[in-house]
């Protein structure tokens, strides 16, 4: 079992840059895939990145690719999200999700077993 915790959200100017943090708890934690979603008010929570276990593979959402770079640091059980070029629309809670075993879809929600409470990002204009 692991427990994992956002940090590093706040407030950023449109085109400015932020870095997201989650650490997890729980000497397994090079055993899980990480990934991170968001979720704004009245909408559900969307995929945004996600990092295998070594940190081989990363698979982005085409809204960030290329702005947002998923990493993670296995000796400090911590896994991070890069954002640049952020835009208004990147406002959202940000959560950081953990999943054992392999998921054949990512992006699926419902895949991933261990949430974090979120972290809020917004981006003024």
């Known amino acids: 079992q692991v427990q994992v915790a956002e940090s590093g959200g706040g407030v950023a100017q449109a085109g400015g840059s932020l870095r997201l943090s989650c650490a997890a708890s729980?000497?397994?934690?090079?055993?899980?895939?990480m990934a991170w979603f968001r979720q704004t008010p009245g909408k559900e929570r969307e995929f945004v990145a996600a990092?295998?276990?070594?940190?081989?593979?990363?698979y982005y959402a085409d809204s960030v690719k290329g702005r947002f770079t998923i990493s993670r640091g296995n000796a400090k059980n911590t896994v991070y999200l890069q954002m640049n070029s952020l835009k208004p629309e990147d406002s959202a809670v940000y959560y950081c999700?953990?999943?054992?075993?392999?998921?054949?879809?990512?992006?699926?929600?419902?895949?991933?077993?261990?949430w974090g409470q979120g972290t809020q990002v917004t981006v003024s204009s």
């Open positions: 999700a953990a999943v054992l075993y392999g998921t054949s879809s990512w992006s699926r929600e419902s895949d991933y077993n261990y």
């Open positions: 729980g000497r397994t934690f090079n055993n899980y895939h």
């Open positions: 990092i295998t276990k070594t940190g081989s593979s990363t």
